[in-house]
């Protein structure tokens, strides 16, 4: 999984200022970025290019907002199943 940091976010969704980008953040119409450091953040490819082909495809704002939520539960899901993953590999150790 490649990460974007914010000025790549920015190229991927055309031309746009880290004020627009945050904008949209809170509107639903982007996905949040991912913790990776302290002060830093990121976003995953796969989620900035789904949004911007469903921009290209002249989705409206209620479209992208669905589908930013669904991005948002699959990355939860994929969360849970790493998390069960590690849990079983940390028990398996301690057997």
């Known amino acids: 999984m490649r990460l974007l940091r914010l000025p790549e976010v920015k190229a991927e ?3 746009r200022s880290n004020t627009s980008i945050y904008n949209d953040i809170a509107d ?3 996905t949040q970025g991912v913790k990776i450091g302290p002060r ?3 976003w995953p490819h796969d989620e900035i290019e789904a949004i911007a ?4 495809a002249g989705m409206h704002a209620d479209g992208i907002r669905a ?4 991005l948002h539960a699959e990355r939860a899901r994929r ?7 590690v ?4 028990a398996a ?3």
């Open 28 to 30: 639903g119409l982007c």
């Open 87 to 90: 849990a079983n590999l940390v």
């Open 67 to 70: 589908l930013v939520r669904h």
């Open 53 to 56: 082909t469903a921009r290209v």
């Open 79 to 85: 969360a849970e199943k790493l998390q069960a993953l």
């Open 13 to 15: 969704l055309g031309p």
């Open 40 to 42: 830093a953040v990121a």
């Open 93 to 95: 150790d301690q057997v």
